[in-house]
DNA sequence: TTTTAGATTAAGAAATTGTTAAATCACACC
DNA sequence: GGTGTGATTTAACAATTTCTTAATCTAAAA
């Protein structure tokens, strides 16, 4: 299996439990990520748009059900699965885990093969068909699919011109298109228009992402900076 | 929620349980079906095609772990949810079971609470993904076998062009459709329409669904917003 | 300071979709 | 085979959104 395709976020605030299930996740092949706290938890998940993350319930600071269902209220993270690790018998938790928007449960004490059985049997089912088509950029993400991009989980409508030029830059963050390439790329080849074309453009995604994020080289072109 | 569109099958041996759980779900509205062991279980999904299973694995005759292998064989109950009921703390049939092809598990004893949870967390997770043959979107349901559109549980009539059209939409909501690929997917790839077809047929259907629904991408095509 | 590339703004052009009504088509029914 | 009903398509025009330009302003580089 291709596994190695699938980003885990494991959290926990036992560093013993997040190194056990990292290492036994990590020789499956999947790519794991981990953090201590749910507030942590957040910003990784955020980050790294996982797959499937792994959650204790109890934690300090801020408790795994808080931090789903701030989890849940994020856009992009629409379609992670979510599995939360509980204290044996403590059935109120699985109750509330599941209404926060949980999608499994696992009891401690956890057994690795238990564990990645029922890891693989979610993915199994939920991800047969995984987009493939989004790009992520911080806190940007690009879905090529929906036509929409959504700024810290907040969805941004753009038009075609612009989301075109976007995806381009965002395509290869950091990269400096000179303007000539970003005719070629979101214009044509063939289509000549004026030289302000690329900036009022620029301008209008600036307004609707935020004015951080497309740097100008000035001489050069634009880059998407991460 | 409309529990009552699932059915469900029990099968166990113990006639305590069965009438147990039977009795928790027919309350929360499920259509309850149950079987008292495995080979009578199996012709009952073969009859009733339920959209989820509650097997137990301990049971005379043939355990729930053949009986599942037997019913994965089964095409037509390919999309069945199935959930084992193991003792406690039996981490090895947890694992058979997920190779034989289960989707969850719960451990004896049952609480009542904690299985409903379960059932309407998979119930929810799997229709989402499920393309088959009855698709929901908020408050929108459509049966592909019926050739029928749900609104509020209120029934709606389309015409052939219409129907296949939502339908598609449908089929992945909130995925834009170019107005290239409707036209081959609803029209067909020979068929020459003219620009406004799709246009006056997407205008039909609003008229029929609401305004709400079906989203125009400008310079793209349309979706069914979620 | 001067020069130059880019930022900003508003307005009109262009492109795309919405809407309506009427024409055409398909098919069941007599 | 005709007739009628509803489905489908077309055509014309309206409405809307997007794109481009042009004019002016700002800030960085020379």
Redo the contacts between chains.
Sequence with gaps: MDNDKYKLLIVDDEEDILEFLGYSLKREGFQVFTASNGKDGISKAKKEIPHLIIMDVMMPEMDGISAVEEIRNNKSLDETLIVFLTARSE?YS??AG??AG???YI?KPI?P??LI??V??LLR??L?KDSGKIVVIGNLVIDQ???EVLLDGKKIIL??KEFKLLKLLAASPNKVFTREEIFVKVWGDDVIVGDRTIDVHVRKIREKIGDNLIKTVKGIGYKLEN
């Design positions: 059935d699985q109750i599941f209404e949980a999608d499994d009891a057994k093969k238990v059985s029922r693989k049997a089912r939920s047969k699919e929906k036509f038009p075609k």
